[in-house]
Structures are given as structure tokens and as C-alpha cells.
């Protein structure tokens, strides 16, 4: 979740908007650095549980516009998804272009995740509006300043 306010040049809110290159109907998973860091000491103080597992953190599943839009609400003004273009990212990094181009096509989709599961062993597993309301709204609001 913490992606989106890194002010990259690549992908995140930037100029009043929220810019990736990933298509408009691309669900992608989203987690907070915090849950990571839960799920981590979890691991740390049980690791005869954790030992050999893989577990893929996911908190909330989201479209772009959904992710605009929450954040929108969140912090009381339109925030617009705006697509950027391959090619354009392609001039920036071509790692992240070709990334992006797997991800749209739906050759690299994201496996299915069972959230309510990974809420029974951390409960304070935050979606997308718990981490907004928490402290991301806070971390948007300084980079719409002006716009």
C-alpha cells in the first residue's frame, strides 16, 4: 500500500492522480508494510509453524479506479485513475514496462489469496480503507497539496 506514495516515476499518485501502467479492470493484490512486519515477528515467535511455509500477504484486492476512488473518499476530493502508457514507462524503465505488458495481458496474473485465512492468524490484517483510515489518507494528503 505504501507503493502508492513513493512518488516514483513510475507508478503512485503523483499530480493529483493515481498513475500506473496496469489496465483499468487489472486486480492487484495490495498489502501494508505493517502487516508484513506483523506476519514477520509471527514468524519470529513461531517459527515451528512458520518454518517452510510460504505465505502470500495480501490484505485487500483492488482495481486501479477502486484504488482511486477509496482513496478519493478518503481524503475528500476526486483522486482520477490515469493510465499511463507502456511506452511512456517503457522510456523510464523498461523492466517496469515489461512487467506491466505480463501483468495486462493476464499471462502473469496473481494467484488467488484467501485473506479471511491469513485474518485468522494476524486479526488486525488491514484492507485497503482500514490502512487509509489508519494512516495512509495521512501519507496521500501532503502530495495532493496544490492541486
Known sequence: MENLITQSATVGIRDGALRTAAAPHLRQQFIALDDIGAFAALAMRNPDDYR???????????????????????????????????EELRRINERFARGYELLNSGNGSVPDVDIDELRLLHPGLMSFPDWLGRKGSELIRPLLVGM
Open 52 to 86: 517452510g511455509r510460504t505465505l502470500e500477504l495480501v490484505g485487500d484486492v483492488l482495481t486501479p479506479p477502486e484504488v482511486a476512488a477509496q482513496v478519493g473518499a478518503a481524503v475528500g476530493r476526486e483522486v482520477p485513475y490515469i493510465q499511463r502508457p507502456i
